[in-house]
C-alpha cells in the first residue's frame, strides 16, 4: 500500500502543532467519549444500514426486476440515479429543518416516510395499471419520492455527530458510522440474493418481496429514533453531571475557536468556495461508489452464477470497505493529517477501478474491485473532518448539506453513464474509465485544498457551560 502521507501543513509550509498525536485523554474525557459512543453510535450505525440498503437494494431487484418491467441499461441507470437529483435539491432545505427541530423528530420522519415509499416500490406494475403509465415512469416517480424523502438523512446525521464529538475523534467516529454502508452490502448482498428466490411467493416477483422485506427495519426505526435520541448533550440524563459539563464546554469552546477564525452564515456557507470545492471532491469519491456499486450485482451476475452466489460474491469488496474504512478513519485520527489521507484512498480507488477493466477473469477482476473498495470507504470518514473543521451552527448543516448534495449528483452521472455505455457499447469498460477519472480529479484537488489543523486542537474549555 502507497505510505500515509506527512501531517498537514499550513500554506506557507510549516508544521502546525496539532498535526502531533494528541495527548492521552484524561479519565473524564475518555469515559464521557466511550459513554456517548456505546449510546449513540451503534444505533445511528444500524440506521445508516437500513438507509444504505433500502437506496442501493434496487441494484439487486434489477436482477429480475428489469426484465419484468421491460427497462433497459439505460432505463435502469437514470431510475437508479434519478433518486439524487430529488436529493439535491431537498437536502440543504431539510438539514436546515433538521437544526430547528431537533434530530430525534426530524430523523424520525425520514425514516418513516422512505420506509413506506421503499415497500411501495414493490407495486410497481400494479400502479402503472393504476395510473395508466408505463412501468419505467412509475419507476422513475418513485426513485424521485424516495431521494425527496431521505434527503437530510446522512448530511443530517453528520451534523448530529459535531454536536455531540469533539473533532479530535469525528475521522473515527464518523468511519464506524460510516462503516454501514459497505457493511450494508456485506449483509444486505447475500440476503438480497436470497430474497429474490421468494419469486412465485403470494403471487410476487422475488424482487418485490425484496422491497417489501427490507422496508420494513426502516418504519420500526422510525419509532424507536423518536424515543431513543437525545438532541444535544446538555439534554442527556444519561450522562453523569461532571460528563455532561465536560462535554458541554469542550464543544462550546470548540465552536468559539471556529467562529474567532471564521464566522458564516448559512448564505455564505453555501457560496464559500472552499466548501463548493469539497463538493467536488465528494462528487468524485461518491461516483465511485455509487457508479460501480449499482451495478456490481449485473458485473457479478455475468460470471455466470446464480442469484444467491451473486449476493456473496458482491459483497466481497464490501467485507475490505468496512476494514479499511475503520482501520483508516482511526489512523487519520492518530496522525491528525487529513488531505493526503484522502488523497491517497481516492488514488487506490481510482487505479483499483481502472485496473478492473484490463481482467476477464472473475477472480482478478474482483480483486482490483476490491482493492479500489478500500480506496473508495476509507477516503470517506476522513473526508468529513474537513468541512467540519471549519464549519458550525446554522452554517455547518447547511455547509455540510451542500457538499453532501452536490456530491450525490454523482449518484445519478454515475449510474447513468454507466448504463448509457453500458447499451452502446455492450461492456462496462468505458463506464469504468469514465468512474475513475472522477476519483482521480478529486485527489488532485483535495491536495491543492487548504486544511487548517489547529482548528481540530482541543481549545482550553471554559470551566462551566452557560446556562
Known amino acids: 500500500m502507497t505510505p500515509l502521507p506527512a501531517p ?78 430529488a436529493y439535491f435539491f431537498f437536502e440543504v432545505p431539510s438539514n436546515l429543518f433538521l437544526n430547528r427541530f431537533g434530530a430525534r423528530k426530524w430523523i424520525a420522519r425520514i425514516m418513516f416516510s422512505w420506509g413506506v415509499l421503499s415497500g411501495i416500490m414493490a407495486f410497481i406494475p400494479n400502479l402503472a395499471v393504476y395510473a395508466g403509465m408505463r412501468n419505467e415512469h412509475v419507476f422513475y416517480g418513485l426513485r424521485v419520492l424516495l431521494g425527496i424523502a431521505e434527503a437530510g438523512f446522512f448530511p443530517g446525521i453528520i451534523f448530529y455527530l459535531t454536536l455531540w464529538f469533539p473533532a479530535i475523534y469525528r475521522a473515527r467516529i464518523i468511519g464506524y458510522f460510516m462503516a ?110 455509487y457508479g460501480v456499486g449499482f451495478f456490481l450485482p449485473q458485473i457479478v451476475k455475468g460470471f455466470g452464477l446464480t442469484n444467491t452466489m451473486t449476493g456473496l460474491v458482491t459483497a466481497i469488496p464490501y467485507v475490505v470497505g468496512t476494514v479499511g474504512m475503520i482501520w483508516y478513519g482511526r489512523h487519520s485520527d492518530r496522525t491528525q493529517e487529513r488531505r493526503g489521507h484522502v488523497a491517497v484512498a481516492l488514488a487506490i480507488a481510482a487505479s483499483g477501478i481502472a485496473a478492473s477493466t484490463l481482467f476477464e477473469n ?59 455505455v453500458k447499451d452502446r457499447t455492450g461492456s462496462y469498460t468505458g463506464g469504468l474509465l469514465a468512474v475513475a477519472s472522477t476519483a482521480t480529479l478529486a485527489m488532485i484537488l483535495v491536495l491543492f485544498l487548504s486544511h487548517d489543523s489547529r482548528l481540530e486542537r482541543a481549545p482550553e474549555a471554559p470551566a462551566t457551560p452557560p446556562h
Not at 362 to 368: G, I, R, T, V, Y
Not at 378 to 390: K, M, N, Q, R, Y
Open 8 to 85: 498537514d501543513r499550513t500554506p506557507g509550509g510549516s508544521s502546525l502543532p496539532s498535526a502531533l498525536p494528541p495527548p492521552p485523554p484524561s479519565g473524564l474525557e475518555e469515559r464521557t467519549i466511550r459513554r456517548v459512543t456505546l449510546r449513540l453510535v451503534p444505533f445511528l450505525i444500524v440506521c445508516y444500514f437500513v438507509a444504505y440498503l433500502d437506496r442501493v437494494n434496487v441494484g439487486f431487484a434489477a436482477l429480475t426486476m428489469n426484465k419484468d418491467l421491460g427497462l433497459t441499461s439505460s432505463m435502469f441507470g437514470f431510475g437508479a440515479g434519478v433518486f439524487f437529483l
Open 180 to 289: 454501514a454502508i459497505p457493511f450494508s452490502s456485506v449483509i444486505g448482498a447475500p440476503v438480497s440474493g436470497l430474497l429474490l428466490e421468494l419469486h412465485g411467493k403470494a403471487s410476487l416477483s422475488g424482487w418485490q418481496w425484496l422491497f417489501i422485506i427490507e422496508s420494513t427495519p426502516a418504519i420500526i426505526l422510525s419509532v424507536a429514533t423518536y424515543f431513543y435520541l437525545t438532541d444535544r448533550p446538555k439534554d442527556a440524563t444519561w450522562l453523569a453531571d461532571d460528563e455532561r459539563t465536560w462535554l458541554t464546554a469542550r464543544l462550546l469552546a470548540e465552536e468559539q475557536q471556529r467562529k474567532q477564525v471564521a464566522h458564516f452564515s448559512v448564505f455564505a456557507a453555501l457560496t464559500n468556495p472552499k466548501v463548493l470545492a469539497l463538493a467536488l471532491v465528494y462528487f468524485g469519491a461518491t461516483a465511485s461508489n
Open 362 to 420: 472473475p477472480a482478478l477482476k474482483m480483486l482490483a474491485l476490491s482493492f479500489s473498495a478500500f480506496g473508495v470507504f476509507s477516503s470517506l470518514p476522513v473526508f468529513w473532518t474537513l468541512p467540519t473543521a471549519f464549519l458550525s451552527g446554522a452554517s455547518a448543516a447547511a455547509g455540510i448539506a451542500i457538499v453532501n448534495s452536490i456530491g450525490n449528483l454523482s449518484g445519478f452521472a454515475g449510474p447513468y453513464a454507466m448504463g448509457w
